[in-house]
């Protein structure tokens, strides 16, 4: 059976990662080798130390066919959702085919599963290209950044502007609403209360849409949750003009 949550912690993800790898070796006969490259939430907690825990593994995955039952087994086995681990992301505006060259060895799991992953600028430049105020996605920005300078590894915006173009191509692939963000947290440079206000924005900024979802089932069918937030901003400006 599977669970209706999960949560994932960096000591459970290396358990059920070993799982998968072990399972697959056996299922395709310990001949085909394979690689999974973490993305978003999953990277950020091998990497960094300001998320203790992730709710889905999303990954770029190069496997053979059994690859697929290797992972059910792992949700089978230890009560996870089926799509606990899933390269769903590869429909998202922020995948780009340049993730692979430009990812990082992380482990080898039973000597047949590669892992990898994507830090510093490049996960930066995904987060910028994604955007999304409802996720984590501003929180993880400036996580990076402060982690990364507590590393003794400066980025600056030339920085982020040359992972950007390297993954997308351009640097208009990042939205004006993005580009202003990471311009203002650069210049600010108080990564510390920068986070906590803006992952405090993105929980209260969840929790609005999940309100307005409920509440007015109507008006929310077939809207985005970018749109969502849009009319949730214009619905507070009006009653604020009264």
Known sequence: MSSESLSINKD???LYLNEVAKKYK???GRKIPAEIILIGGASILVNYGFRDSTTDVDAIIMAASAMKEAIYYVSDKYNLYDGWLNADFERTSSYSTKLIQYSQYYKTFANIVE???IKGEYLIAMKLVSGRKYKHDLSDVVGVLK???ELGNHIDLSIIKKAVEELYGSWDE???DSKKFIEDVLNSKDYASLYSKIDKN???TKEAIIEFRKDNPDKAKGKTANEIIDMI???RDNAHVR
């Open 12 to 14: 459970n993800l290396n």
């Open 26 to 28: 056996k299922l395709s």
């Open 115 to 117: 892992v990898r992953t």
């Open 147 to 149: 982690n990364e300078e």
């Open 174 to 176: 990042v939205s004006e």
């Open 202 to 204: 993105e929980e209260t």
């Open 233 to 235: 901003n214009k619905s």
